[in-house]
Nanobody
Framework: QVRLAEYGGGSVQAGGSLRLSCTGT????????FAWFRQAPGKEREGVAS???????IYASPVNGRFTMTEDNAKPALLLQMNSLKPEDTAMYYC?????????????????RGRGTQVTVSS
């Protein structure tokens, strides 16, 4: 099964920005949601953004207003623009297709996911 692949992680200072991209989405078209989720060492997995089949996007409360999830149909790729980053945003970030369209600490019921890209925010 073709995996998704994330790019764009890195290290930034608090208040900075990063843009993550996820490729391989063309191969995963169906009645699924696209999602970005993150996991920090010792912490639960957290869905941060979910794009539904109707085109609507929902965001987890900690990132609402700072993160924006979009699609670049030309590439194609799934993007996550992250602004005003905070140290608590430090985590491995993953993209995925999911049966469950939700955010937060829920089981997203993955169809396929990538290997992740590290985001580190220093204070």
């Amino acid at each position: 099964q073709v995996r998704l692949a994330e790019y764009g992680g890195g290290s930034v200072q608090a208040g900075g920005s990063l843009r993550l991209s996820c490729t391989g989405t063309r191969n995963h078209v169906g009645n699924y949601c696209f999602a970005w989720f993150r996991q920090a060492p010792g912490k639960e997995r957290e869905g941060v953004a979910s794009l539904g089949t109707d085109g609507s996007t929902i965001y987890a409360s900690p990132v609402n207003g700072r993160f924006t999830m979009t699609e670049d149909n030309a590439k194609p790729a799934l993007l996550l623009q992250m602004n005003s980053l905070k140290p608590e945003d430090t985590a491995m970030y993953y993209c995925a297709t999911t049966h469950v369209c939700a955010v937060g600490y829920v089981d997203l019921d993955f169809v396929v996911r990538g290997r992740g890209t590290q985001v580190t925010v220093s204070s």
